[in-house]
């Protein structure tokens, strides 16, 4: 490995330290305690993830947290009438909204009702807009975005006159990190799905983020010797368990081959084969024979495996400093998020 690698979760406890510090200090000098409140609306399992580890978060560092749950069916006006309910709240200092939303609710009108004194996520519209702007900061930056910043200074990137590229142009991602990377005074190109020879424009970054949610989409030759490349991408990768190999299906008789390969593109089978390492026969997940026990055998596909949008095995080899995932860009996300909520403390207080 040439590069050296960037430690999100070392760099992610040394912000919340500070914000630990922070909050002691807020907490003696004024008697104020940093409030987070988070607001989730519907049963997403993956939200509700998310939001009970900024919960946890939050109480590591002695900021306090206030959970509201709305139903699925709420409508926008429950939304917005509990926001505006936060936004005079003086024991909240940051609103949440953890997103997506379910569908039929406004997000831009929930996103825009959130105070901007208080929107600690950074997404309402003046915000961003302020991000955009010569001349102007914004009172909070999207955490991820953020994040990538932190990362990208702690180890060393010259950001004024720098050739940064960023894959994607999300709203929550690309486009925040974007502008971020603008203010720095990066020269700037953002690619998305129609920009023409991708990797011919990547190679041309000094600083390269890339937030695409493509598995290993990232290949060494898209990168230039010594480039600053952070992974935001969180994606699931199915490999199988052995090299490619052709079998005939014991029990049907069946050709088929398994690859070592991701199987989690859109449309991808994740096939379940079963190989019986003594005898060498395989079966398919549908035609285990009466009498063959799954127990015993070697499953051949469903190696499940954390990968982001740049293939770290072979960028590692050409760039000069990389983020792994896990353990990059994802631990930066919480880690900015109460930074934001102690700095909004701070200015209300
Ligand atoms: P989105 O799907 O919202 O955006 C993806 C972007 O990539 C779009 O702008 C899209 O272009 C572009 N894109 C898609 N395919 C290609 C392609 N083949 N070539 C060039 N550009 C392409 O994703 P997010 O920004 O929300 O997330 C990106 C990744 O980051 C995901 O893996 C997600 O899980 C991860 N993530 C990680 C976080 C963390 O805390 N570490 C936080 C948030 C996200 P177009 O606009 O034209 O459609």
């Excluded at 180890?155 to 004024?160: I, K, L, N, R, V």
């Excluded at 990377?181 to 990066?186: G, I, M, P, Q, S």
């Excluded at 495996?305 to 760039?319: R, S, T």
Aim: hydrophobic fraction near 40%; proline fraction near 4%; include cysteine.
């Amino acid at each position: 490995m040439t590069a050296s690698l960037i430690d999100g979760i070392a760099i992610a406890a040394k912000v919340r330290s500070e914000v630990a510090v922070g909050v002691g200090k807020l907490l003696k000098d004024s008697g104020i305690t940093p409030g987070l409140a988070t607001v989730l609306v519907g049963d997403n399992v993956a939200s509700q993830t998310y939001v009970r580890a900024k919960q946890k978060a939050c109480a590591e560092v002695g900021i306090e947290s206030y959970g509201h749950v709305l139903s699925s069916d709420s409508t926008q006006n429950e939304i917005v009438s509990l926001v505006r309910d936060l936004n005079a709240d003086h024991s909240v200092h940051g609103i949440l909204v953890q997103l997506p939303l379910p569908d039929g609710i406004n997000e831009e009108e929930v996103l825009s009702s959130i105070s901007i004194e208080k929107d600690v996520d950074g997404f309402h519209p003046i915000n961003i807009g302020k991000l955009g702007m010569k001349g102007r900061d914004p009172l909070f930056v999207p955490c991820t975005p953020d994040g990538c910043m932190r990362l990208l200074q702690e180890s060393g990137a010259e950001f004024s006159g720098a050739n940064a590229v960023v894959l994607g142009r999300s709203n929550i991602v690309g486009l925040p990190a974007a502008m971020l990377l603008l203010k720095r005074n990066a020269t700037l190109t953002v690619c998305h799905s129609r920009t023409r020879n991708v990797a011919e424009v990547c190679r041309q970054a000094d600083i390269l983020i890339a937030a695409v949610g493509r598995p290993e989409m990232v290949k060494a030759d898209w990168v230039k010797p010594g480039a600053f490349v952070i992974d935001v991408g969180i994606n699931n990768k199915w490999i199988s368990h052995t090299d490619d190999r052709e079998f005939r299906c014991a029990s049907s008789g069946d050709l088929f081959t398994a690859h070592h390969q991701d199987l989690s593109e859109k449309g991808g089978r994740k096939r379940m084969g079963y190989l019986d390492e003594s005898s060498g026969d395989v079966y398919s997940r549908d035609h285990l024979p009466n009498g063959i026990e799954v127990e015993g055998l070697v499953k051949l596909f469903r190696k499940n495996k954390l990968v982001g949008d740049v293939d770290f095995d072979e960028v590692k080899e050409v760039a000069g400093h990389i983020t792994p995932v896990p353990g990059g860009v994802g631990p930066m996300t919480i880690a900015q998020l109460l930074s934001n909520t102690l700095r909004s403390a701070q200015a209300l207080s």
